[in-house]
């Protein structure tokens, strides 16, 4: 099902870098990083816990894609994956996106905790020792 006000659903086939029978990759509106790419399952649905067996592995064949093409024409140093899941969680738009985010080498001071960094006193766990 299409919802005409999510912007995820019609994306506009000139933004779409790849896609198969139930996901499509584009580039994220708000990056992150230079090539912060979003995958996103063409059924419109909101959780990642929605998705079928056979969406999960669309999805996930979009985010391996979507690595090797990055991995061509911007040579990250390593990646970032997430999933904002339900408004507690972040999530702002409603329709199921995976965030396939490239990391370069010293794009921040110090990249250790990754994903942590959602709870900033939690992060540095290896402070806590």
Not at 50 to 67: N, P
Request: proline residues 9%.
């Amino acid at each position: 099902m299409i919802q005409s006000t999510c912007p995820f659903c019609t994306p506009g086939n000139s933004k779409i870098l790849c896609a198969n029978d139930h996901a499509l990759a584009f580039f994220d509106g708000f990056p992150v990083t230079p090539g912060h790419t979003l995958i996103v399952p063409r059924r419109h649905i909101s959780s990642f816990f929605e998705v079928t067996k056979e969406e999960q592995a669309a999805l996930f064949d979009l985010v391996a894609q979507m690595r090797e093409l990055l991995l061509a024409e911007r040579s990250p140093d390593g990646f970032n994956i997430g999933i904002n899941d339900g408004p507690a969680a972040g999530q702002t738009v409603m329709h199921l996106h995976i965030h396939l985010i490239p990391r370069y080498a010293g794009d921040t001071e110090d990249p250790r905790g990754g994903v942590r960094w959602i709870m900033p006193v939690k992060a540095p766990y290896w402070k806590k020792r």
